[in-house]
């Protein structure tokens, strides 16, 4: 499995991204995938998650502004990323679930090389 990750970059408060995730090695569709996070001096956090089926998963801190999307015809699934805040400033990694479920994130064992958000104030 190889995720390629990207879209990451520099943007001001109030501001937004899009980040995609390419996917290989896999029956995408199967897959359940997750983005991640990791900001400096901090543990890894899961941001966001979608399921084989489609069902969602949002991180309290980033409910109503980030929205997490796959197309299974390209392999990809997205973070679209609206009302940035410095906070969000982290290296991204996009990450896949076999169980296709992605309601665990032990579950998650295939990982991207991240993609650096940094969010000026």
């Known amino acids: 499995v190889q995720l390629q990750a990207s879209g990451g970059g520099l943007v001001q408060a109030g501001g937004s991204l899009r980040l995609s995730c390419a996917a290989s090695?896999?029956?995408?569709?199967?897959?359940?995938m997750g983005w991640f996070r990791q900001a400096p001096g901090k543990e890894r956090e899961l941001v966001a998650a979608?399921?084989?089926?489609?069902?969602?998963y949002y991180a309290d801190s980033v409910k109503g502004r980030f929205t997490i999307s796959r197309d299974n015809a390209k392999n990809t699934v997205y973070l679209q990323m609206n009302s940035l805040k410095p906070e969000d400033t982290a290296v991204y990694y996009c990450?896949?679930?076999?169980?296709?479920?992605?309601?665990?994130?032990?579950?998650?064992?295939?990982w991207g090389q991240g993609t650096l958000v940094t969010v000026s104030s």
């Open positions: 990450a896949a679930d076999p169980s296709g479920y992605g309601s665990r994130v032990s579950g998650f064992d295939s």
């Open positions: 090695g896999l029956t995408f569709s199967w897959y359940a």
């Open positions: 979608i399921s084989s089926g489609g069902s969602t």
